[in-house]
Structures are given as structure tokens and as C-alpha cells.
């Protein structure tokens, strides 16, 4: 088991490294050899950022109160990736996608990636420069940086999505925007829910 473990993380963090390179070989590669191991991994880094937030989000050290966050967002992050896992899994078999919901898995859980990366930069300006922010040139500068970085990862986040359909689910690109315009709306309104029980301002996806 532990050698499982050492390597997942070797290949998790090879494959982090072609997802920036190379992301559409790595995905190829990844769903006709990969394995649920490297869960782990990218499991352990969802878990650091959420351990992160719970100090940066709590205004005392309280162990009772962190504790009580980090299990509450965990459990979130848990339910929302299965919820959105199936959802995307048996939307795209509805569209004629063929492909085993262990390839899901692993293609949506890499799209996690830029969804840390963003996670972790909002927590890092968070604590460097807490709200409310200046109108002045420092921070309208600020504010480009962060929309620019943004638009970035949302771009890697969508393009990760794509091929998670392509290559985990064998479909073309008009069935995958059939199962966007499904899959979307639903997950807008699992959003909007989730926002109203104080769980997620911004979901975890």
C-alpha cells in the first residue's frame, strides 16, 4: 500500500507538470493508464487548502471552531465532487458518451488543480491584503492582476473539463456541449443552494 501511495504522488505530480505543458497528451495517457491511487494525492492537497482557509476564515484560534469548520467544508467538498462527478458521468451516457465513471473520476478530480490554485491565491490576498480594498491605483492594479489570474485558471479549469468528456466519456465536441447546457444549470442551482446554507460563497468545483 505504501508503495502505491509514493507512486500516485510520483505520478500525480508528473502529470500536474503535463497538464500545464501538455494537457491534452496527459489526459490521453491518463485514461488508458491511470489508477484510482492518485486520488490520494490531489485528495492531501484539497485537504491542505481547506486546513488553510480554516485559519485564514476563522477570526480566533479556536480549536473547537477550526475543527468544526474544516470537517463542515470537507464534507462539502466530498458531496459536491460525487455530486458533480455523476452528474456529468450520467448526463454524457444520456448523449451517447461511452466511458467508465472511474475515468470521470480521475479527469474531473485533476480539473481540481486550477480550482486550489485559485482557492490558494484568493487565501494568500486575503491575508495580504484583507477587504475592503483602496480605489486608488494600488488597488485597481490589484484588482487587474487578480481578474487576469482568474481568467487564466478558468480557462485551464475549462479546458480540463473538456477533455475529462473527450477522452473519460469518447465524445465529440457537440455532445459535449449538449451535456454542458445540462450539467450547467443544474450545478447553478446546487451552487445557489449551497451559498444559501452558508456552506460555499463560491462552490468548490
Known amino acids: ?8 504522488f510520483y505520478a500525480c505530480s508528473r502529470r500536474i507538470v503535463g497538464l500545464v505543458n501538455r494537457p ?13 491511487w492518485e486520488l490520494f494525492p490531489l485528495g492531501v492537497l484539497v485537504g491542505l487548502y481547506l486546513a488553510i482557509s480554516s485559519l485564514v476564515k476563522t477570526a480566533a484560534f479556536r480549536p473547537f471552531v477550526l475543527t468544526r469548520h ?24 444520456l448523449w451517447g458518451g461511452r466511458g467508465a ?17 485559485w482557492f490558494f491565491f484568493t487565501s494568500i490576498l486575503y491575508m495580504v ?3 475592503p480594498r483602496t480605489t486608488q491605483m494600488t488597488g485597481v492594479s490589484l484588482s487587474v492582476v487578480f481578474l487576469t489570474i482568474s481568467a487564466v485558471l478558468l480557462f485551464w479549469k475549462i479546458i480540463l473539463g473538456y477533455l475529462t468528456l473527450r ?6 465536441l457537440v455532445k459535449i456541449l449538449l451535456t454542458v447546457c445540462v450539467v450547467a444549470p443544474i450545478i ?15 462552490p468548490f468545483l
Open 70 to 93: 474544516f470537517i463542515k467544508t470537507s464534507g462539502s467538498v466530498v458531496v459536491t465532487f460525487l455530486f458533480v462527478t455523476v452528474l456529468l458521468w450520467g448526463v454524457a451516457r
Open 24 to 36: 491534452y497528451e496527459t489526459y490521453r495517457a491518463m485514461m488508458e493508464k491511470s489508477s484510482l
Open 188 to 202: 447553478g442551482l446546487y451552487s445557489v443552494g449551497m451559498y444559501r446554507l452558508g456552506i460555499f460563497r463560491i
Open 129 to 131: 491584503l484583507p477587504p
Open 101 to 117: 465513471y472511474k475515468h470521470i473520476v480521475l479527469g474531473w478530480a485533476y480539473t481540481l488543480i486550477p480550482t486550489c490554485c
Open 167 to 172: 477522452f473519460g466519456m469518447k465524445m465529440d
Open 1 to 8: 500500500m505504501f508503495d502505491a501511495i509514493l507512486v500516485a
